[in-house]
T-cell receptor, first 116, second 111 residues
Framework: NAGVTQTPKFQVLKTGQSMTLQCAQDMNHNSMYWYRQDPGMGLRLIYYSASEGTTDKGEVPNGYNVSRLNKREFSLRLESAAPSQTSVYFC????WGSGRLGNEQFFGPGTRLTVL | GQQVMQIPQYQHVQEGEDFTTYCNSSTTLSNIQWYKQRPGGHPVFLIQ?????EVKKQKRLTFQFGEAKKNSSLHITATQTTDVGTYFCAGRREYGNKLVFGAGTILRVKS
């Protein structure tokens, strides 16, 4: 099992360009998440999908959109990239259902994005 | 909104010394998780605490969840160079379904 995979690993964009970060998991998890990690700020939730067909905003959703394509795949789109979106982006997945206390999250290797 | 504060931000210890990182939440948590991220890597789950006052051990690591379920700590006894990395706590609010991560504590171990 590959776990959680992300593409690309690195990306450099110019301000105003768009791109989509891809994430896939092969653990049959219901829930998937997108985080960004900036120095000194930990991991901040951008969007999450509790189950296939649903998506919800996290702490820092502005400038991003997401698509839960199917149970395996959850993509993050930057429509018009800005330098403030320079960050490391992590996708994660977990088993999670309504009413449960929650389970560990499995993280992908990350995408290092630079916006010039 | 919910905030999880983590201290210290950074600690540099001599190999063999102990290390502790602390987490405090502004709201009561249903559970708290701890993750470790090696330099250049991704966060990896260590443990989850659920009960008030819970204490769990993993070899040299001891995890505690406060009685009020608002704070937690991770203590490493006799650090080794393999312990280097960033340690994150992540809290889940009562009836919530999202994790809120602390800023992390960066641990460096000098041999």
């Amino acid at each position: 099992n590959a776990g959680v995979t992300q593409t690309p690993k690195f990306q450099v964009l110019k301000t105003g360009q768009s791109m989509t970060l891809q994430c896939a998991q092969d653990m049959n998890h219901n829930s998937m998440y997108w985080y960004r990690q900036d120095p000194g700020m930990g991991l901040r939730l951008i969007y999450y999908s509790a189950s296939e067909g649903t998506t919800d905003k996290g702490e820092v959703p502005n400038g991003y959109n997401v698509s839960r394509l199917n149970k395996r795949e959850f993509s993050l789109r930057l429509e018009s990239a800005a330098p403030s979106q320079t960050s490391v982006y992590f996708c994660a997945s977990s088993e999670w259902g309504s009413g449960r206390l929650g389970n560990e999250q499995f993280f992908g290797p990350g995408t290092r994005l630079t916006v010039l | 909104g919910q905030q999880v504060m983590q201290i210290p931000q950074y600690q540099h210890v001599q190999e063999g010394e102990d290390f502790t990182t602390y987490c405090n939440s502004s709201t009561t948590l249903s559970n708290i998780q701890w993750y470790k991220q090696r330099p250049g890597g991704h966060p990896v789950f260590l443990i989850q605490l659920v009960k008030s006052g819970e204490v769990k051990k993993q070899k040299r690591l001891t995890f505690q969840f406060g009685e009020a379920k608002k704070n937690s700590s991770l203590h490493i006894t006799a650090t080794q160079t393999t312990d280097v990395g960033t340690y994150f706590c992540a809290g889940r609010r009562e009836y919530g379904n999202k994790l809120v991560f602390g800023a992390g504590t960066i641990l460096r171990v000098k041999s």
